[in-house]
């Protein structure tokens, strides 16, 4: 009996059928070619309707995630085959390229989280892993904000934009703090004295707020209870509201709570603030409205 002869491996490339390559490489570049002109087509079509600064970034977004998927789902169906002979041929390489781009992967994962928990989209403003702003753009691996200050607590941009990666989705927990639309419940806090005059600074943030409310607490009312029976919650109040907090030293923490809408909060605070002051300074404050 012959002795077993073992058949030499075949050649990685000796395996791939030129015809089919060759074929594969034209349909993948007129795959490219079609999916970036229909995308150029729609977004000049959508820049002549004149949408808002806001919808335009996030139809550019959604537009672009929307034409890497095909991209991605389309050139893999066709090269199919020569990618399975490549993955088993690879296999030890492969094991090193995953690790090799393992941050790469869960940025990628991370944009499958967002997108499947509807945690946040274009426009809306955010804090993630202590950077907080506006959501400007989103890719595959990143998410880049406008940042808004000062702190945590201020509403003006810093003229700054910061990139971050869609891996920290998984690494630490989102703020949205556009998640209710066009209104929110506004919280901010006044330091006063510990003394017997807080009631009146009580009274005057109250007052202050219920004159910046009154244009329009009929709509966010009706905002409110829409929201509630949308995603089946309960109404939250929509009263202004003053919680006492003690404070180390002679002083009282007065978090103030009112309805406002959603891209001007930061006015409205101000606007009760300059309230208050005029108030508890003697003079009268503006008139409502």
Same mark, same amino acid.
């Given at each position: 009996m012959p002795p077993d002869v073992t058949p030499p491996p075949l050649d990685l490339l000796e395996a791939l059928d030129r015809a089919t390559v060759?074929?594969?490489?034209?349909?993948?570049l007129a795959l490219w070619v079609a999916a970036f002109g229909l995308r150029w087509v729609v977004m000049r079509?959508?820049?002549?309707?004149?949408?808002?600064?806001?919808?335009?970034?996030?139809? #550019?977004?959604?537009?672009?995630?929307?034409?890497?998927?095909v991209?991605?789902?389309?050139?893999?169906?066709?090269?199919?085959?020569?990618?399975?002979?490549?993955?088993?041929?690879?296999?030890?390489?492969?094991?090193?390229?995953?690790?090799?781009?393992?941050?790469?992967?869960?940025?990628?994962?991370?944009?499958?989280?967002?997108?499947?928990?509807?945690?946040?989209?274009?426009?809306?403003?955010?804090?993630l892993a202590g950077v907080r702003g506006d959501v400007i753009d989103t890719t595959?691996?990143? #998410?880049?904000?406008?940042?808004?200050?000062?702190?945590?607590?201020?509403h003006q941009r810093t003229g700054r934009a910061v990139t971050l990666p869609n891996s920290f989705l998984?690494?630490?927990?989102?703020?949205?703090?556009?998640?209710?639309?066009?209104?929110?419940?506004?919280?901010?806090?006044?330091?006063?004295?510990?003394?017997?005059?807080w009631r009146d600074a009580e009274r005057a943030l109250l007052e202050g707020m219920k004159a910046e409310m009154q244009p329009y607490a009929d709509d966010a009312r009706k905002f409110f209870e829409r929201m509630a029976s949308d995603r089946h919650i309960e109404v939250?109040?929509?009263?202004?509201?003053?919680?006492?907090?003690?404070?180390?030293?002679?002083a009282l923490r007065l978090w103030c709570r009112v309805p406002a809408p959603a891209r001007e909060k930061g006015t409205v605070e101000q606007a009760v603030l300059r309230r208050f002051l005029d108030a508890t300074q003697g003079t009268r404050p503006p008139a409502a409205g």
């Open positions: 060759m074929r594969n490489l034209a349909l993948t079509a959508l820049k002549k309707r004149g949408l808002r600064i806001e919808e335009l970034r996030r139809v #550019t977004a959604s537009t672009r995630s929307a034409m890497l998927l991209l991605a789902v389309g050139t893999g169906a066709l090269w199919f085959d020569e990618l399975k002979l490549v993955a088993l041929s690879l296999a030890a390489v492969a094991a090193a390229l995953v690790l090799a781009t393992k941050e790469l992967i869960m940025c990628a994962g991370g944009t499958f989280l967002r997108t499947s928990s509807r945690s946040f989209e274009v426009g809306d403003r955010v804090e595959l691996f990143t #998410t880049t904000v406008l940042e808004v200050g000062p702190s945590t607590v201020g998984f690494s630490h927990p989102l703020t949205n703090e556009s998640f209710t639309e066009a209104y929110v419940l506004h919280s901010f806090p006044v330091l006063v004295k510990a003394d017997a005059r939250p109040p929509q009263e202004p509201r003053v919680l006492v907090q003690t404070e180390l030293g002679e």
